[in-house]
Structure formats: C-alpha cells, structure tokens
C-alpha cells in the first residue's frame, strides 16, 4: 500500500466518515426542500463510501472498492427515482417542500 | 367415533348455512338429532374406567399425529372419560331442543343462524373430547367465533357491545391461561415429549417439573395455578370476573342463552377440573381457603344480584353465577362426592338454566317483554308453560328429586366434613344459604309475572304458548326429574373419574 | 303368607299415580279427577290399616329399597345414599291417620270444590294426591335424607295447593311466604342432613348401624363417630346438629319464630287447610323430632330447647286467637298452639304424649276445619263470625260434630284432646319438677289452657249460638252428604281417640293393660329394637319427681287443674258471647288488643327484615353495576385513549418522522452503548 | 434427482422471476396500449406461480438442506441457498403472484398498468435474491432492487394526491434509512475487514477494541431492518404509505416487503452477528430487538384501534404484526434451546401472514374497486350485497387476531410458544396483551360488515360489478388461510428445520 494511506491511522477515516455522515444528517433534519433532502442523503452515503475505500485499503483487499462503486450506481438510481416523485408531487402539490402534504396523518 | 360425530357436526353446519331460509331450522333440528343419537352410542358402549388425564382407560381414543413443534409433538387426540361423557351428552342433548326453541323467536337469516348453532356444537364437542392441549385449544377458542356472531346479530338493542365485552374478555382469559400452561409445560423440560394432556398430567405427578429460568418448580406451578385459574374463571364465571355473563345473557337470543348457561359455562368449570384441579392438585389444595371463599362469595353475591334484577333473563343469568359457585366449591375440596357432585352439577345445571331460559324465552315471545313489572298473572293465559316455568324454578331451587338437588347435595355433603378445605364446615354453611335467597328471588318473580289477576304493559294477544314452542321444555322436565329420581345414571361414572383426581392431592396436616 | 311390607311403597304410590292422573287427563274425567284421587288414598288407607295389623302382630320392617347414590368418599368415610321403608308402630299409626284423613279430605272436597263451581279442579286434586303422596313418602322414610326430600316436596305441595287461586293476588304471596318461612327453617335441617351423614357417615333410623344408635353407642364411650368438625366435643357437636334438625321442625310445625306463614295459609282452600294442619304438612315437623326421638333423647340441651319453644309457642298463638274474627284464623292460631304442645311434650320427654296429641288432634282438628268449610259453604265464603250467628239450628250435624271437636280441642273430659293435652302436661310438670325451664315450660302450657278454652267456645257461640246477625247467616246454604260424611266420622273419632290411651284411668284404678298406646309405641306387640318409648326413657335425661300423694296424686291434682283451667276458659266465652247479640270485648285488652291483632308485629318484623335484604341486594346491585364492571369497561376505554395518544405520533409531516426517527436510533444506541460499554 | 442438476439450479426461482420481468417488458413494447393489461398479468401470474412451483419444489426436495449436504453456495460464496432461502421465496412469489392477479382488475382503467406488472415482478426478484444474499454487498444490492421499485408503486397513481404522498413519504424515509444501513455495513466492514457474512461472524468474535464500532454498526444495520419491516422507531412511513398506495401495492408491501425485511435480519443475525459472539462483544442486539419488538406491536395495535379507515386500520396492524415477528430474532438466546423452534415460528407466521394479509388489503382493494369508501361506516353491511367476499374478510380478519380455526391461530401461539420456551415470558406477556387489544379492532371489521345496517338502503347499490380476478384472489388467500390449520405440519416442521439450519 502507498506511503500516504499508511501514514494515516484509520481511525481519522472514521472520524471523516462520521463527520460527513452527520453533516447529511443534519441537512435531512433541517432543510424541508425535496432536493436538499435528496442531496444530504446522498452525503449519507459517501461517508459510507470513504469508510469503503478507507479500510479497503487498511485490510488491502478490493471488495470494498467495489462496492464503493455500487453504491454510487445505486445512489444514481436512486436519485433518478427520488427526482420522479418529486415531479409528481410538483405536479399534484405546486411546490417541493416536503413538509407541506400532511393529507395521511394519525 | 368421536371424530365422526364432530366431522358430520361441522358438515352439518356447512350444509344447514347453504340451505334456504325457510326450512334451515327444521333441517338444523333433523342434523342435529344425529350428534345426540352418536352421543348415546357412546354411552351405551361406553368402557373407560379412572380419569383420562391419569392413566385410566380412555373410552374411543384416537390419537393421530398432526404436526410437531418446538421439538413436541401436537396430535389429534380425543376420547371420553366418566367426567367428559356427560357433558358431551348434555351438548348433544341441549342443541337440538334450543334449536327447536329458535323456530319462533328466530325471523331473520335464519340458515346462517343455525348454521352457526351447529358449528358452535361441534366445537363444544371438541373442548369436552380433546385430550391435547392444543386441538383442545383449537376447539375451546373456536367456541368464540360463533357465538361473537350469534349474540351480534340475532341479539337484542345493546347487541354489538354485550358481543364484543364476551369476545374480547373471554379471548383475554384464555391468552393468560395460555400462557400459564406453556410456562407448565416447559418448566416439564424432557419430561414430556407431547402436549397430550394425559401425558403431562403424568409428568407432573412423577416429578417433572424442573426449575425453568431459575424459577423453582413449585413457583412455576403456582404461578402456572394462578394463571389458569384466572383464565378459566372468567369463563365459568367466577365473581369478580362475571359482568360479560349478564350482558351477553341478556342480549342473546333465547336459545343461545340456552347454549351459552347450558353448556359454555361448563367450559370454564370443565376445564378448571381437567388442568387446575387434576393437573396441579396440590397447588389447588394451598389455595384452598381463597378459592373456598371466592366460591362461596359467587354463590352469596351472585344470588343477592339476582335478587336485585328486574329483568327475568337477568335474573337466570345472576343466579347461574351462584350455581357455578357450587361447582367450585366441590371442586375445592377434593372429596369423590365434592369433585363427582360438581361435575354432576355442571350437567343438571346445564339442563335447568336451559329450562329456565327457554320458559322465559317462551314467554318473551308471547309478551316482547321481560321485565318483572311489566307483566302479572301469565298462568292465566298459558298455563302449560307457567306450569312447566314453575316446576323448572322449583327445580333450580333445588327441590329433591330433582336434579339440581341431587348435584348441590352431593357436593355440600362432600365438602362439609373435607380435610382438604379448612373450616369446610362453616364454608359448607355459608354456601348453603344460597338455596333461601334462590327461593326468595324465584319465588317472588313468578308470583308478581306469573300469577294475580292478569295484566300486560306491552300490547300483545297472548294465547297459549304453540307445541314446538313447549316440547322443548317438557323435554328438559323429563330429563332433570329423571336425573334427579336417578343420579347415579352419571353420577356413577363421574365418580369413578373423580376418584383419581381426589386420590391426587395431598393434604397436609 | 303374603309379605305385606312389600306393598308399603304402593301406599306411597297410589296418591302419586292419582296426582298424574289428574294432571294428565284430569280434565276429561268426571269431577275432575276427584274420584280417582279418593280410589287411590281409600286404597292407601286399607292397605295402610293391613300394614296396622301386621304390626300388630308383632312384624316391622326396616328394608333399603333403592340406592340413589352409589358410595363414595365424603372425606373422613364413605357414604351411599339411598331411599328405603321403616315400618314401626309409630310409622304404621302415622300411615293410618294420614291416609284416613287424606280420605276424608278428598271426600270433602266433592262438597266443597265441585258443588261450589270451582275452576282447575284437575289441577287441584293432582296437588291433593302429591301432597298426600309426599306425606306418607316422608312417613315411611327410613333415613333423615329421604325423609328431609320428602319434607321439601311437602312444602312444594303447600305452596301449590295454598296458593292455588292464583288469580287473586292474595294466595300467591301467601304460598310464597309459606315456603320461604318454611325454607328458612329447612336451611338448618339441610346443614342437618349433611352433618348427620358426615359425622356418622349414615343417615338410617333405625337398626345398629343407624345415627342415633352410633351416637349413643359413641357418648357411651363404646364405640366413635366418623367425623366431629375440629375439636368440638361429641355432646356439643351432637347438641348443634339436634337443634340444626329442628330448624326444619320449627319452620314447618310452625313454632316460634317461624309459625307466621301458617295464618296466611289460609288463603288455600279450607280442605287443603285440614289437611296441612291436620296430618300432613304441620305435623311433618313433630313427626320428624318422634322418629329420630332416640337422637334427641341423647341431648338434654335440645329437648329443653324444644320443651321451651313448644311451650311457649302454645301460650302465645292461643293468645292470639283470642282476638281473631275469621273462623280459619282462630283455628290457624289455635293449630300453632296445639302443636306447641306437642313439642312441649318431646322435649318433656313424653314421647308417647306427643304422638297420643298427634293422633288425637289431627282428628280433632280436621274435623274443625272440615266444619269451618261446612260454615264457610253455607256462608258463601264469608269467614268473619261476626256475621254468623244462630247456625246451630240451621246445620245440626256441623254443629254438634263441631262442638265435639271444639270440646276435645278445649281439652274437656271425656273429649279425646283432655286425654292427650292431660298426658302432656303431666310429663312436663313431673319431668319439670327436676327440671326448671321445662317446668318454665309446663307452666306456660298450663296457662295456655284457659285460654284455648276460651278462644275455641267463642268461636262456637259466635258461629252458632245467639241470633243470626246477617241474611246469610239466616238462610244459610244447605250442604250435602259429600260434607256431613266426614264430619261425622271425625265427630266419632274426636271423641273416641282419647279412650285409646287412658293413662290416668290406668295410673288411678291400676287397670293394666288400657294405655293401649303406651304399650304400642314401646314394642309391647313387637316392633324395631331401639326405637321403643321405654328405650327412649331410659336415654333420656329425665327423671320424674311428684308432688303430693306420689304418682296417683300427681296424675289426679294435674288432671284437675288442667280441667279446671279449661272449664274457667269455657265459662268466661259463655258469660261473653253466649248471648242473643253478642258485642266485642276486646276493648277490654286496651293496649294489648292492638299487639294481638298485629300478632305480635312479627311479621311486620319479617317483612322488614325482607326489605333491608332487598336494599342490600340493591346496593350489590350498583356495586356490581358501578366498580366491578365500571373497572373491566375501564380498562377498555383508557387503552383506546391510549391509542389515541399514540396515533398523534404520526404528525404527516415527513422531516417530524426523519428526527423522531433519528432520536430513536440515537436512543437505542445509547441503550446499547451503555450496557455494552462501547464508550468506555 | 436435485443432485443430478447443476448447483445454480437452486436459484432457478430468482432466474424466473427475472425472465418474467423481463418477459413483461417485451409484450410492454410489443403491445404498449391498455388493452394489454390482461396479457400482463397473465405473464406476470403465471411467471410467479412458476417461480413458486419451483421454489415449493425444492424444498420438497430438500436442496440447500442440512440432510442434504447443507446450504449451496455460488459466486464465491457471495449467493447461498438453503432452506429458508426457498421457504422465503416461496412466501414472495405467492404474494406477487395473488397481488398481479387482483392487480387486473384493479387497474382495469389505468392508462398505463403495463408498468406496474413488470415493477412488482422485478421487486419480487429482489426479494428472491435478498433471501439468498450470503454477503452484505449483495444483500444492500438486493435490498435497493427491492426498494427502488417500491418507491415508484406506491406513487403509481400520479394523479392521485395521496398516492403521490405517500410515495414523497416512502422514499425520503426510504432513502435516509438506506443510508443508515448503508452507513453500518461500512462500519461493520470497518470493524471485521469483510462483508461476507461467514467472515464477518468470525471478525465479531475477535474484535480487538473496535466493539463499539462494529456495535454503532450493527444498530445502524438494525434500523435498516426496522425500516424495511416497518417496525418502531422506522415505522412511519408505513401508514401513510400503505393508506395512500394502490391497494394491491399496499398488499405487496405489507406482506412481502415486510417478509424481506425479516429475511434480512433472520440471515444476519444468525450468520453475520451469532448470538454468543455479539453478547461476548459486548452487543446485546438481542434486547435492542427485544424493545423494538415490545414497542412496535403495541404502538401498532394501540394506534389501530383507534382508526377510522379500514385501510389505514389494516397499516396499523400490519406494524403490529411486524411486531409480533421481531419475537422471532428478540426471543433469541446463547444456546436457547428453542431458538430453532421460536424462528420458525416467525417464518411460519409470515407465511401465513402473506395469505390474511395479503387477503385482507386485497378486499380493500375490492371495496376501492367497488367505490364504497373507506370507513368503518362505509363498509357496513356489505355482507347483504357481497356474502363470499365478507365472509373472506372475516376469515382474514380473526385469522390476523389468532383465532381458530384459521392458520393465524397456530402461527400466532406457536410464536408465543417459543418465546415462552425461551423464558422470554415478558414478550409472550405482551403479546398477549396486544392480541386481545387485536381482536377488538379485528372484530369492528366483521361488525361492520355482518352486523351493522348499512347507512342507507342506496349505499350498496356502488356493488355492481363482480372482479372476476380480485375475487379469485381474495377467496384463494381465504382457502388457504384455512387450510393452513389442519395442514400447518409441513410449514411449521419446513421453517423450524429451516431456522435450526441457520444455528
């Protein structure tokens, strides 16, 4: 494994990870725009994805690089879909705030 | 054979619920003679000796193996000992003559209605044969259903509530009951390989509880006790746990109430003999002063409620918690008498409180009301039923030589001098005191509805009551003067099963 | 040689068959019914003369017929139940008088139900023969629980028969108290039965193995009874269960407290009234305390008890009937009394006394009932001897067979009450002697005398003497032969009975051998072992002591005093009311009228206590309503506030679900982390 | 004869269930107007009830089973078949092929269904797969192809406000709660090095000072469960979309989505985080599951009987049922002896569960089809119009309350059974304590239906026509929720074998 990789203890990866993976959270708590949303999970998932590479590359085997990468597929998808629906909720509601249909509640 | 009788009872029903409406009632009465005329084959050829639960020969056992769980195995497993077979012949005795009874009263969806009658017997059937615990549970839940229906839509104005109070709180019974026996029968650990009742009986009797859990084995059984005990007496219905009984009595329809005083009450006092009092005798005899005490309080309380009731049907439904609590109360004490004349007391009481209902029922529907005050001198206008009426009430006040005296006699001569129930004597006595106020009360609810001058709030022309409308109770008449002339037509049986169950318990002191 | 016994059942039997009879085709048959009711107690009473006979000729019998309930164990010992005949001399005069006068009742009946147009005639008679048949059932019972069943159906009977009239609201609340008093009192014989069959682990009258004789065998120290609840001493033990038994005696003989139904009774039809008082149901209770007199014999607590009550029951409804203006009042009245005086008599120990005053006053006074009827007919139902009057002449034979009853009632010599009433109280005052409360007990039955007198010749004067004093009682209706048989053979009868048993006569000329009835009831013509009077006598607790002049003297100063009593009684009624228009006197009592009229207030004091049952009920009643199932409702409705708490989680706002959310994993994981100890 | 095949045979189920999706596409494109409905679904049906033959034949066979040489593993292990494996796809295709069948008559007038056939088969495929996933990577994989799909039918009516709402809703708490998942496996992945699971179970047994890493991820995994489970605190978006989805969408993911999700968590935490191991590190999941197991039935029951809808009713319940199921992984214990036994108890529960269930929301879809409205009220009386299709209902309903003599009785006791067996006795308190509180709002159905009079005598007339498909459906889930009783051996004895396996 490259000097660099080495040079760093794993655990900052993890402390990265965390750290980003709190800061999508905290944009899914706080922004009530469809598309805000939508791009903090995406966060969510990338600090998912540095834990991936990171330890990948601490236990030296590929998987997790590997699936790094379908997770970004999957995550692409995902946003396909995510944008869809808020179209159609565009459509039927006229805006993208999450927090406005509150037909189905109790 | 059993198995017959139960499968052509379920077709029955099948059969009688695709049939038309008009003729639904006489089909359901023709099916229904079939079940009784197995029932008495039973009998004649019945051959078992001792109690089914502890080893003593079980008359028309089958037992086939339906699945297995949990590393045990549940199996289909019936038969009929000499506590079993006269309740089994009380079902098949009962459902025809209340099925006949619903011909008046019953207008509306009518093949559904007896349909449902016939479904219900069978089930009935199946708690008294069962002998593993799950079919029985099968049988013993699937009770529930029909009779949800029955007191729902054939019911009177508070229908939907008295249905759903007797659902949800007899299904909250059985789920602690459930419960505790499970607890009973992993506490067995190896012991037991099955959940076949005779099976388990015995392995408790050698022993076999283990400690579960780092519960000791006596914990688990009295805690198992408890739980049981619970969930049965809301069936029976012990005081405090009766009010779904007046409710649901009062709202159902004449023959349901037949069924549901004549025979699903005995549900909860059969199953309290077969699991609480055979199953874990000694648990029962440590208990023995409380369940002493409650049984007499039914029995006291429940005859001061019926003396405070207006409304005939109510005051039948009251005084059926005063008689349970005879049964109780022979059960507690561990005697042959005691235990034999309870059982014996399920049956007459199953065919009294039927007459009692069907005559009230016969006279709702000549009047289209039950209450006391609304109605004075009947005897004038239909003497054959205030006859039979009177002679039912005589019987339910336990006059000799009449059923219910012969099982209230067998069990206070059992349980006045009982070692395993301290101060028996004085329990005896208070007990007793239930046949005065069942007097006082019966007695002046015939005298102001069935004699005096004649007078009716609501406007009906009331004639004499039609044939198909008396035969029934005449029938029931029959029956309960004959079991009182002669007891010992059941009674000998019984006692012979009962002699297991008391030679079980160990009294201490 | 035919075994007679064998056909005792059938004495049971034909009354039975006459009641399904009746019940079943009644209404098709002439008289409805009447004549199949009278074929079967004639039939009754001629094989009940046979049984007589046999007896007489020294047999008895003491035979299980039926087992109705198979052994079992009751806890301390086994116990079989079952139905079965004792046939004594006791049992056989019993068989005789019950069925004799059972007889003459149907007869009556002709006259007074079918000649008077009464409706449900079948349903009468059927109760007639079930009454009767329940009776001699009770009679021939040869174990307490058979005779305790047979007891309830007599009861039963009574409340059919007194309330039958239904359509009038009277008799039916006159049934119903009639069996609830009764009922009461049947409580405590029933707690009886069951302690009899636990402590001794049978039931049976007679014979070695039977409870009285286990008892005394136990209290002799020679042998040990199955069972005594914890710790009680035999003598108390045995003492309680003698006075449980009683309770049932009281109730239905209707002693002190429990004697206010038997008033109301009268609301039946007079001949159902006869023959309750007479034979059947009232004197159930006395018979009962004669046939287990061996057990009794054996507590000295009980008799006193039943000397006391007796007693004092004698005195206190004949002051009652001093007052009454109804003819049956005054007989009712003065039937509580007559029977007080035969208790007095078994707990003085004067076994043969009692039975002798049985024998002779359930002639008498079905004779004075079956001539109140006759009145009552002739009266068109109208009972208040106020409007009678100067029937003497109109209805010969009822009056003088009535006089004859009403002298044997007062206790007049040579009338067949003076011989027994004499016997009765010479038992006590000998026995009372040694014996303070049964002397208590004499004393009342003494003053009772008098007063019996007088209430019984009052009631003659106003019903037949003087002038008529209404239009009725001027042209009264003529009765027929169906009415004057029985009278007559009962006027016979009321004054023979007394000749079979003249004890003083014996006692004062030495003539041996004419107290028939001592020498019957003690065995002299053979019978069962253990159950003679002189066995009883010699169990009993009794000694006798005698005033001046020993034995003849006692008999004699006894003998006229209560003689004298009698006739003081007689002379007050004729002064009184032996006149053209006689007027009430009962001002004359002031304060006590009123007490007399309300008999005491007891059955205000009942009513009341029935009420407050009521109120108690009532307020079970709201409990049951309020708590009890205030709580099982309770339960259901919080959990559906709870569920309506729990679904206002569900906001419908989607960033709410994705912070609720987050906690919820943050909460989990502390609870995790903490009791993982990651964080450490 | 299984043997003679080639070892991928095993997935022939998945294989058939992708062909079918497949399939469904191409008659789309070669027939792309409405009229192509009915061929839909017919492929899609039969497509299905293909896949089911051949999973039920399998297991009958005995592939992937311990007496058979144990589990079959392909792709290096990545894909492992064993019994549960096919009992699961089993339930699955059962359910998709009940839902494409009712689906034809309910979309009858849509402008587009063909869509819809495709989207439920391949979803359904997902499913299959995610029961044979032997590695996390797979398993998220199979997991997003089951939730992706999900998303767009829940949202399937875009006209329909609701439907649209509910489907925004799915898929944002979708999306995070993917995220989370996702977000523990990596850690897992942190903590043991590799994401098979075989591998993973062994890092969890020698975690050197990284327990709590592997333990913030194992919660994390347990929240991607409970989202797909819809259990507590994951749950929330499973009224609104279940009340707002068509109501065969709902049917499929009330009882096979829920089924995946439980799929999920038997084969993890059995495999990937064994009992002892996880307890040993110091992470008791098994009381983490525990309390969400509590909570869940009761917030689902206690909410359910206080709704109005019957639909959103049947959401309620469903959340309780996914209570009632979680016993089966939080009434687990270090060599419990019954944790064989209480397993297979919660996989026989589903299964009978995908038939009620399924059955239950399929009526509602009858009754949306009918256009007699939502309400208890509505439903009043139907029995007069529509006596089969009630008593269906009923037999559904005391099914899902535990009443016999239907399946959901045995399913039901027995899941309590072992728990008890287990010495959980509080669980089997509590579920008790809800089941009653079940039977209540079960029982309003049945009222309704049987004993209520209808509101007028005009409010039946909206029943005119007879859907022939949803029907067929209905009254099949209600003869084999009935005949699951007498013949619930094979089930009870396939799953217990099935779960003894995983142990």
Known sequence: MTAVASSIPPEWYLLLAAAVFCIGLFGVLTRSDALYFLMSVELMMNAANINFVAFALYYGDLTGQVFALFVIALAAAEVAIGIGIILVLYRNFGVTDVTVPTEMRW | MIEALIGFTFVAALLVLLAPDEWAGRLAFAFSLLPFVGSMYLWSGFDGAGNALTGGDIAYATQIEWLEVGGRTVSWFVGVDGISLPLVVLTTFLVPLAIVSAWTPIDARQSQFY??????????????????????????????????????????????????????????????????????????????????????????????????????????????????????????????????????????????????????????????????FTMLPDQASALAIP??????????????????????????????????????????????????????????????????????????????????????????????????????????????????????????????SAPALPYAPIFTALAMFGIVIV?????????????????????????????????????????????????????????DAAVPVVEGVTIDG | MIDVFSYVPAIVLLPFFSFLIALGVGKYLPKGGAFGGIAATAGSFLLSLWVLATVAGGEAANRTLYTWASAGGIGPTDVELSFGILVDPLSALMLVI?????????????????????????????????????????VVADNLLMAFMFFELVGLCSYLLIGFHFREPGPPSAAKKAFLVTRFGDYFFLIGVVAVIATFGTAQFAGTESFPALAEAALAGEGSVAWTPGGLELQTWLTVVGLLVLGGVVGKSAQFPLHTWLPDAMEGPTPVSALIHAATMVAAGVYLVARMYGFYALTPTTL???????????????????????????????????????????????????????????????????????????????????????????????????????????????????????????????????????????????????????????MVFLTFHGEPRTETARDPESVRWNVKGPLTVLGVLAVVTGFINMVPVQKVLGLEGIDLLHLWLDNEWGGIEGLSSHHYGDIGPYSSGYLVGGEVGTVLVGAAVSLGLALTGLLVAWRLYNVPSPTEHTAKLGGIKDVLYNNYYLDELQVWLAYRTEDVAGGANTFDQGIIDGVVNGVSSVSLFGGSRVRRLQSGVVSQYATLLTLGLVALLLALGVTGGWFL | MVN???????????????????????????????????????????????????????????????????????????????????????????????????????FHDHESPAAFYSLVVFAATGMALLAAANSLAVLFVALEMVSLPSYVLVAYLKRNRGSVEAGMKYFLVGALSSAIFLFGISLVYAATGSLLLSDVAEGIGSLDGLAGVAGLGIVMIVGGVAFKTASVPFHFWAPEAYEGAPAPVSAFLSSASKAAGFVIAFRLFTEAFPVGASLAAGIDWVLAFGILAAVTMTLGNFAAAVQEEVKRMLAYSSIGHAGYVLIGVAALSQDGGANGAVMGAAMAHLLVYGFMNTGAFLFVAMAERWGVGRTFEDYAGLARRAPVASTAMAVFMFSLAGLPPFAGFFSKYFLFMGAIDNGFLWLAAFGAVNSVVSLYYYSRVVKALFIDDPASSSSLDAIDVRPTGLYAAVVFAAVATVLLLPGFGPVIETAEAAASALF
């Open chain 3, 98 to 138: 019950v069925t004799l006068v059972s007889l003459l009742v149907h007869v009556f009946s002709l006259g007074y139900m079918n000649d008077e147009g009464e409706t449900g005639l079948p349903r009468y008679y059927a109760g007639l023969g079930l009454f009767s048949a329940s009776m001699l059932g009770f």
């Open chain 4, 4 to 106: 003679t095949l080639p070892q991928v045979a095993a997935l022939l189920p998945v294989f058939l269930l992708a062909f079918t999706g497949l399939a469904l596409l191409l008659v789309d494109t070669i027939t792309p107007d409405a009229r192509s409905n009915t061929s839909m679904a017919v492929v899609g049906a039969l497509g299905s009830l293909a896949a089911l033959a051949a999973s039920v034949w399998l297991v009958v066979s005995g592939t992937g089973s311990a007496d058979t040489g144990g589990a079959i593993t392909l792709f290096a292990e990545a894909i492992k078949v064993d019994t549960m494996a096919l009992f699961f796809t089993a339930i699955f295709a059962s359910v998709t092929a009940l839902v494409v069948v009712a689906a034809h008559d309910y």
């Open chain 2, 439 to 495: 007097a006082g009360y019966l007695l002046s609810a015939m005298q102001s509805t069935l004699f005096g001058p004649f007078e009716l709030e609501t406007d009906y022309d009331v004639g004499p009551a039609p044939f198909h409308d008396v035969a029934p109770l005449a029938v029931l008449l029959v029956a309960i003067i004959v079991l009182g002339v002669a007891p010992d037509i059941f009674f000998e049986m019984i006692r």
């Open chain 2, 115 to 276: 349909g449902l009658m016939l479904f219900m017997e069978a089930n009935l059937l199946g708690v008294f044969t069962a002998l593993d615990f799950f079919l029985w549970f099968v049988f013993w839940e699937a009770v529930l259903v029909p009779m949800y229906f029955l007191i729902g839509i054939w019911g009177g104005p508070r229908r939907k509530y008295a249905a759903i109070k007797f659902f949800v709180y007899t299904n909250a019974a059985s789920l602690l009951m459930f419960i505790g026996f499970m607890s009973l029968t992993f506490a067995l650990g190896d012991s037991a390989s099955s959940f076949a009742l005779p099976e388990i009986t015995g392995a408790i009797a050698d022993g076999g509880l283990g400690t579960w859990f780092g519960i000791s084995p006596d914990r688990i059984a009295m805690v198992a006790f408890l739980a049981m005990f619970l969930g049965f007496a809301v069936k029976v219905p012990i005081v405090p746990f009766h009010t779904w009984l007046p409710d649901a009595h009062v709202e159902a329809p004449t023959p349901v109430s037949v069924l549901l005083a004549g025979v699903l009450l005995k549900m909860g006092t059969y199953a309290l003999l077969r699991f609480n």
């Open chain 3, 304 to 458: 006193a008890v039943i000397a006391f009550i007796g007693g004092f029951t004698a005195l206190f409804a004949a002051t009652m009937g001093v007052v009454k203006d109804e003819l049956k009042q005054v007989l009712a009245y003065s039937t509580i009394s007559q029977y007080g005086y035969m208790m007095l008599a078994l707990g003085a120990g004067g076994y043969v006394a009692a039975v002798f005053h049985l024998t002779t006053h359930a002639f008498f006074k079905a004779l004075l009932f079956l001539g109140a009827g006759a009145v009552i007919i002739a009266m068109h139902h109208n009972e208040d001897m106020w409007d009678m009057g100067g029937l003497k002449s109109k209805m010969p034979v009822t009056y003088y067979t009535f006089l004859a009853g009403s002298l044997a009632l007062a206790g007049i010599f040579p009338f067949a009450g003076f011989w027994s009433k004499d016997e009765i109280l010479y038992e006590a005052l000998v026995h009372g002697l040694n014996d303070p409360l049964l002397l208590g007990g004499y004393l009342m039955g003494l003053l009772a005398v008098p007063v019996t007198a007088f209430y019984t010749f009052r």
């Open chain 2, 291 to 416: 369940i002493g005490a409650i049984a007499v309080i039914s029995v006291i309380y429940g005859a001061m409620l019926a003396l405070a009731q207006k409304d005939l049907k109510r005051i039948v439904a009251y005084s059926s918690v005063s008689s349970m609590g005879y049964v109780i109360l022979g059960l507690i004490v561990f005697t042959e008498y005691g235990v034999g004349g309870a059982t014996f007391q399920m049956v007459a009481h199953g065919l009294i409180s039927g007459l009692m209902f069907m005559a009230v029922g016969v006279i709702y529907n000549a009047t289209h009301t039950r209450m006391v005050g609304d109605m004075s001198g009947m005897a004038d206008r239909m003497p054959v039923a205030v006859g039979i009426f009177v002679a039912g009430a005589f019987g339910y006040m336990g006059l000799p030589l009449m059923a219910g005296f012969a099982g209230e006699f067998f069990i206070f001569v059992g349980s006045f």
